[in-house]
């Protein structure tokens, strides 16, 4: 998959996990594009086919922030 899994770890504080994943885009990003909502540039992403994502949140607010997002792309699945 050419990605990293990463994470980083304080005593006492908890711990933060990252994964980085290449992303394939089908048109180049400017920077008013990396800027535009998800709109705006689902075109530039490949999800012609079915993805899931995992996203993982102990906070319900940026969980439902997340699913709300994720809801505007008809072939993404948030787990």
Do not use: C
């Amino acid at each position: 998959m050419r990605g990293s899994i990463e994470f980083t770890r304080n005593e006492g504080e908890g711990s933060f996990f990252w994964i980085e994943l290449p992303l394939s885009v089908t048109a180049n990003l400017s920077k008013a594009s990396h800027n535009a909502d998800h709109k705006a540039t689902r075109h530039l992403l490949d999800i012609s086919s079915s993805k899931q994502l995992l996203y993982i949140e102990d906070n319900p607010a940026n969980l439902k922030l997340m699913q709300t997002y994720f809801n505007g792309f008809d072939n993404l699945t948030l787990h």
